[in-house]
């Protein structure tokens, strides 16, 4: 089955910036998407199609994706980024996974 | 303004069923999928499926294949998720999401609907 690999954790200072890789081997061909999950609250969409933002996301938030590898970017974090972040993504568009979350802790 | 609203959570023994709701409000509702993802305590988010509003198709992950069905009720605007055969790995937040048609796009959740599994 379908894969997506996320480093467990990433921890910054505020003010720096954050980088969140994901990769998966149909990266090159399927978008990836990403998530906020703040304790306790239900995930919340960030990125959408490697790098759109929704409306309500701050500017500091930016996708990219070179090769198998899409990167979420928070460019000067702040404490209130602090959340874990999930990746998704889809080998063939009918079955969908997400990747195993980094939690991203800004101190 | 768009709406998921789940049900309330649920207590099973091993081994039942249980049928969550998820009632949309706020939009057309066959012009979205929904799609099911859970959470384990202190676990990873899960994709569990998705199902068309528009014509009912549903695609499950294929670990929880003849365990999950999914169905809609267009006039009411619910999508509905049951698990059968319970086991204690069941345990977990349930949570609908509505999905931009042929995208990964989850763009509003529900809050989610705990499902506990204890004999």
């Known amino acids: 089955s379908y894969e997506l690999t996320q480093p467990p954790s990433v921890s910054v200072s505020p003010g720096q910036t954050a980088r969140i890789t994901c990769s998966g081997d149909?990266?090159?061909?399927?978008?990836a998407y990403w998530y906020q999950q703040k304790s306790g609250q239900a995930p919340a969409l960030v990125i959408y199609?490697?790098?759109k933002r929704p409306s309500g996301i701050p500017e500091r938030f930016s996708g990219s994706r070179s090769g198998t590898v899409a990167t979420l970017t928070i460019s000067g974090a702040q404490v209130e980024d602090e959340a874990d972040y999930y990746c998704?993504?889809?080998?063939?568009?009918?079955?969908?996974?997400f990747g195993a979350g980094t939690k991203v802790t800004v101190l | 303004q768009v709406q998921l609203v789940q049900s309330g959570a649920e207590v099973r023994k091993p081994g039942a069923s249980v049928k969550l709701s998820c009632k949309a409000s706020?939009?057309?509702?066959?012009?979205?999928?929904i799609h099911w993802v859970r959470q384990a305590p202190g676990q990873r988010l899960e994709w569990m499926g998705w199902?068309?509003?528009?014509?009912?198709?549903?695609k499950h992950s294929q670990r929880l294949q003849g365990r999950v069905t999914m169905t809609r009720n267009t006039s009411a605007s619910i999508a509905y998720m049951e698990l059968s055969s319970l086991g204690s790995e069941d345990t977990a937040v349930y949570y609908c999401a509505r999905n931009h048609y042929h995208s990964g796009t989850l763009d509003y959740w529900g809050q989610g609907t705990l499902v506990t599994v204890s004999s």
């Open positions: 199902i068309s509003a528009v014509n009912g198709d549903t």
């Open positions: 149909a990266l090159p061909k399927k978008p």
């Open positions: 998704y993504s889809t080998d063939n568009s009918d079955y969908f996974v």
């Open positions: 706020g939009y057309t509702f066959i012009s979205y999928a």
């Open positions: 199609e490697d790098r």
